[in-house]
């Protein structure tokens, strides 16, 4: 997606655990129109961790939601949906910029359009972001491909035995009972060897 | 047996130094405090200083100040306030003519009434803070702002306190949060003139510094704001300055400046071409990053890239000591101010449509950029395509941070 | 008899489970972790920076793709698992891991299951690996998988210390208890006492019984005590599935 920087939602928090304490600070999550309730979800979870009373701005599509929790909350971080505004809703923002300072940090999760649309229809508040506009990866804290393949091939030469072979003794029930079994065992997509309730 | 563990030294928080290095890069002037001095670099010609130099020999001039976003409008406002605040006999205001109105739905009287209540406001304070008594005359005249500010019942005829059921007319206020309004901008200047007539004041001037109008895509709101409040303002001998927007510097637009007594554009400072330009950028990040947080080569790279403007500069800054946290690093150096230069330039170049990609490249190879179109406008007012001033002569360059990722696009042309 | 006993130990040792404070979701826990290790990283208390943090602590959901034989099984569907550091049973530092300023160094995994009822742990293995300063090259938290025939003889719930061979029953705890343990409270004692001439014998015919290596100048070992002498190193390749100077698991 543009070749921005790629964040995970728990990456997003770290950033603006040091982030928040300057003032006026917009930050910028692009996503995918179809995740963007879900991401919203997911940074208003993991900043939680950091700031307890962070909320997420209810949205009907327009911007008061927004300027009303922006009045009402100094300085709580809030995570807002940008992905309905269009120029009309953004040009609004541009001239309502200053109702929108204040201390706290506001994060919109916006599409590529519609933060397109921010650049173009305002510009003022635009400028506001500088370069904290960070792309979406909602697989940033999954283990990698690459990761769990490292993690079976360790498997297989530490112990000298073969994918089938686990799954047997699984199957069998005399698989041994060392932690790294139930990884093994998982990392195949076999968790249900693990036993039934 | 001692059991207790070896203690280890404890290392200094990162989080607590850089939240602390984060609280020196904000990217826009905290309106409500002073100007923090000790982070302000004053540029040779800087408007701050010049305007506040001709106000201190005419308080009731009127002055249009221009710039690009984030060249630091707000901030030499302020400075204005800072440097006429040693004035006896004049009192600067700074206030944000979109805070109490919808700039949206500007009438005539709404910029004036609001320097009114700034004037009314002081006033009041001022009677407070001397222990004076507020005569019913003077208690008429100040109220009279607010009631127009705010809106008022009123009765056309005589009122006749016998009559219960003798009706009541209300007379909307000025300032709009909903929908209707209307002008009435000779009643604010008699109003103002009336609470400016207090005994005991004479011989203090007003300076009004009016902000948050340079957001206007509406230029004839703007022209509307300077035929009708300025002139106003200036009639009740209150001096103006305000923030313009930067369609006033091109085509028609140009005719509004000539309403004014002053004229001052604040234009983005080339740092690649101006060695004293540089220096001062450099000074001014590096008040806010102290030595041991920037690489000095990290320092350059920002400034050069920031391409001159301030707010850019800052927000790279901003990105790179994010960059440097996460990191692990307790320096910024080169390789985060890279990753931050990379990151706002793709972000300056989201949306861009491929007759816009086409004239930054124009511009990037050729330096040709005529701004006849809106979207030629909008690449300036957006500063996809930096504008700058050298002498009479005009210079067009594009961001620095979008220049790698242009040459990416097209790169048979020349570099 | 024997057994009984262990039973009882281990009874004892699990029914701390419901004391835990597990959090209800995998994902909870997950953040509680990478929060922990993030403020760990901010105070010196591991050298990786927030990045590494950040990349090093992933989790794997349950997985959409289940079998129909597994369906029909009846077999757990929820299972998910929790990695901090990549894999390392060769105990090679050039495997992603977690390092404190004193040169221990860990990675931790964890098998849980996720369901209405709350987060189980199913499995987890926390091994931290010293440098020399400590007496022992690493010691191993592990919790096996349950409902294995074997389990009157080898603990569930134990502790390797500084030996693949070795368990010793340990209390359940919670992997922040665990996590919390490996960065701030399993350090050496006290500094600098001298290995004993059974410790130092014991050492020698070790590693020449495992990993023969040409003679080395031998150690001295004053009699009043005092810090021997280097030993030399001892050249022992290593690579997956073998240990330096140890028996693969």
């Known amino acids: 997606m543009s070749g921005l920087i790629r964040v995970g939602a728990a990456e997003v928090a770290v950033r603006l655990q040091a982030l928040s304490a300057a003032t006026n600070t917009f930050v910028a999550i692009i996503a995918p129109v179809l995740l963007v309730e879900l991401v919203v979800d997911e940074i208003v979870e993991e900043l939680r961790c950091r700031f307890p009373a962070t909320r997420s701005v209810p949205d009907d599509g327009s911007v008061q939601p927004l300027l009303a929790a922006v009045r009402d909350n100094p300085l709580t971080p809030l995570v807002a949906r940008g992905d309905r505004f269009g120029a009309g809703e953004w040009a609004t923002l541009d001239r309502r910029r200053s109702s929108l300072e204040r201390e706290g940090v506001t994060v919109f999760v916006a599409t590529e359009a519609s933060f397109a649309e921010l650049a173009r229809s305002a510009p003022n508040l635009a400028s506001l972001f500088g370069a904290n506009v960070f792309a979406f990866d909602p697989q940033a804290e999954e283990t990698t491909a690459a990761q769990g393949a490292q993690r079976l091939e360790a498997l297989r030469v530490g112990s000298g035995r073969s994918d089938q072979d686990i799954i047997d003794a699984a199957e069998a029930r005399t698989l041994p009972s060392d932690p790294e079994y139930g990884e093994w065992l998982v990392l195949l997509g076999r968790g249900d060897l693990l036993g039934g309730e | ?415 | 008899m024997a057994n009984d006993l262990l039973r009882e130990v281990q009874e004892h040792s699990l029914a701390r489970a419901p004391l835990l404070g597990l959090p209800p979701t995998s994902k909870a826990l997950l953040r509680a972790l990478r929060s922990r290790l993030t403020e760990a990283s901010n105070s010196g208390e591991i050298l990786n920076p927030l990045g590494d943090v950040l990349s090093q602590v992933t989790f794997r959901p349950p997985p959409t793709d289940i079998s129909a034989a597994a369906n029909a099984a009846g077999g757990r569907k929820d299972v998910q698992y929790i990695f901090g550091g990549d894999k390392n049973q060769a105990r090679v530092r050039d495997r992603r891991h977690f390092e404190r300023p004193d040169g221990a160094w860990f990675d931790f995994a964890i098998t849980l299951s996720e369901s209405k009822a709350g987060l189980e742990l199913l499995a987890f293995d926390f091994e931290i690996r010293f440098s020399t300063d400590a007496a022992v090259p690493f010691i191993r938290f592990d919790l096996n998988l349950a409902g294995h025939a074997n389990e009157a003889r080898e603990m569930r719930c134990h502790v390797h210390p500084g030996s693949d061979e070795i368990q010793v029953p340990s209390p359940l705890m919670s992997p922040l208890e665990i996590l919390e343990l490996f960065i701030v409270q399993l350090r050496p004692t006290r500094v600098g006492r001298a290995p004993t001439g059974f410790e130092i014998d014991w050492h020698r015919a070790y590693l020449q019984r495992h990993a023969p290596v040409p003679a080395a100048s031998p150690a001295v070992v004053p009699e009043d005590g005092a810090a021997p002498q280097d030993l030399g190193e001892t050249d022992v390749p290593a690579g997956e599935g073998e240990v330096d100077g140890g028996v693969e698991s």
């Open chain 2, 1 to 415: 047996m001692h059991t207790d563990p070896i203690p280890t030294p404890a290392a200094p928080n990162r989080l607590t130094r850089f939240r602390g290095l984060m609280r020196q890069l904000s990217l826009a002037a905290d309106t409500t405090r002073a100007l923090d001095e000790t982070l302000y670099v004053s540029f040779p010609g800087a408007a701050g200083a010049k305007i506040a130099g001709r106000l201190e020999l005419r308080p009731s001039s009127t002055h249009l100040l221009v710039g690009g976003v984030g060249s630091g409008k707000t901030t030499e406002l302020l400075e204005i306030r800072r440097l006429l605040a040693s004035s006896d006999d004049t009192k600067a205001f700074y206030l944000d003519a979109t805070r109490q109105h919808d700039i949206s739905k500007l009438v005539p009287g709404a910029v004036a009434v609001q320097v009114a209540l700034e004037i009314v406001t002081f006033l009041r304070a001022l009677a407070r803070a001397r222990g004076a008594q507020i005569t019913a005359q003077q208690e008429r005249a100040l109220s009279e702002v607010e009631r127009l500010a705010k809106g008022y019942w009123f009765d056309p005829d005589d009122y006749d306190e016998r009559d219960d059921n003798h009706p009541l007319f209300y007379r909307d206020g000025i300032l709009v949060a909903p929908e209707q309004v209307t002008g009435r901008v000779e009643e604010v200047r008699d109003a103002l003139l009336g609470a400016l007539g207090l005994a005991g004041l004479e011989g203090v001037s007003y300076v009004a510094l009016v902000d948050g109008l340079d957001r206007l895509n509406d230029i004839s709101a703007f022209k509307q704001v300077v035929d009708e409040d300025i002139k106003a303002l200036t009639s009740a001998g209150v001096g103006v300055v305000l923030a313009g927007p930067l369609r006033c510097l091109y085509r028609a637009d140009r005719v509004i400046s000539e309403e004014f007594e002053y004229f001052t554009f604040q234009p983005w400072r080339d740092p690649g071409a101006d060695a004293v330009t540089a220096a001062l950028l450099r000074d001014l990040i590096c008040r806010r990053l102290p030595a041991d947080a920037l690489d000095s080569s990290a320092a350059e790279k920002l400034v050069r890239f920031s391409g001159g403007v301030l707010r850019d500069l800052i927000a790279l800054a901003q990105l790179a000591c994010e960059e440097a946290y996460l990191g692990g690093a307790n320096t910024v150096a080169i390789a985060h101010v890279d990753t931050a230069i990379d990151a706002f330039g793709r972000k300056h170049v989201l949306g861009l449509q491929d007759d816009e990609i086409q004239i930054l490249e124009r511009v990037r190879v050729s330096g040709s950029f005529v701004h006849t179109s809106d979207k030629e406008l909008t690449l300036l007012m957006t500063r996809r395509v930096l504008e700058y001033a050298e002498g009479a002569a005009r210079r067009y360059v594009v961001h620095p941070t979008i220049e790698h990722l242009l040459r990416q696009l097209n790169p048979e042309a020349s570099p």
